[in-house]
T-cell receptor, first 111, second 110 residues
Framework: EAGVVQSPRYKIIEKKQPVAFWCNPISGHNTLYWYRQNLGQGPELLIRYENEEAVDDSQLPKDRFSAERLKGVDSTLKIQPAELGDSAVYLCASRRWDEQFFGPGTRLTVL | KQEVTQIPAALSVPEGENLVLNCSFT??????LQWFRQDPGKGLTSLLLIQSSQREQTSGRLNASLDKSSGRSTLYIAASQPGDSATYLCAVQGAQKLVFGQGTRLTINP
């Protein structure tokens, strides 16, 4: 089966610009996660979806971050406007039973 | 709040050695524990998942143990190879949420 797909793989933007990341989970996986991983740290959860419903977004900085999963399949995470501290790797994952499967991530650099 | 700690932060050993990576967590009310591998610039690859009712899991040269009562897990790698060089992350699952440690960066020297 195909894995979790993310795009773009790399993104460099100026601060205050908007940016969007896209994720397509493994087919049939209803649960989708977005994580942020800072350099030298483990991933931290930003938001979890069950189908199209965001069931845990307590860690999402809602003043500048937004996410959607309109048809319960692929998802988009947006940052507007980006700040220097947003530079990180943004990982998407989907879940089957108890196991999470991760995509390759998008490495964001904000200049 | 669950906290996960991995020791050591970095480890460098010669090829062929057996080694142990450690993971500790503060809240023993977990559903499972998962070990991941992350290569530079890549996503996470799941290595082993141990349910809270299990004591260990094995896959090839990897063996992971779980002692829920003491809040500890170990990942044992037998006969290490240069291709094992990567960052290893443990994560504990509680209430649908994975909490990660900061990882151990492993280097196997030929």
């Amino acid at each position: 089966e195909a894995g979790v797909v993310q795009s773009p793989r790399y993104k460099i933007i100026e601060k205050k610009q908007p940016v969007a990341f896209w994720c397509n989970p493994i087919s049939g996986h209803n649960t989708l996660y977005w994580y942020r991983q800072n350099l030298g740290q483990g991933p931290e959860l930003l938001i979890r979806y069950e189908n199209e419903e965001a069931v845990d977004d307590s860690q999402l900085p809602k003043d500048r971050f937004s996410a959607e999963r309109l048809k319960g399949v692929d998802s988009t995470l947006k940052i507007q406007p980006a700040e220097l501290g947003d530079s990180a790797v943004y990982l998407c994952a989907s879940r089957r039973w108890d196991e999470q499967f991760f995509g390759p991530g998008t490495r964001l650099t904000v200049l | 709040k669950q906290e996960v700690t991995q020791i050591p932060a970095a480890l460098s050993v010669p090829e062929g050695e057996n080694l142990v990576l450690n993971c500790s967590f503060t809240d023993s009310a977990i559903y499972n524990l998962q070990w991941f591998r992350q290569d530079p610039g890549k996503g996470l690859t799941s290595l082993l998942l141990i349910q809270s009712s299990q004591r260990e899991q094995t896959s090839g040269r990897l063996n992971a143990s779980l002692d829920k009562s003491s809040g500890r897990s170990t990942l044992y790698i037998a006969a290490s190879q240069p291709g094992d060089s990567a960052t290893y992350l443990c994560a504990v699952q509680g209430a649908q949420k994975l909490v990660f440690g900061q990882g151990t960066r492993l280097t196997i020297n030929p």
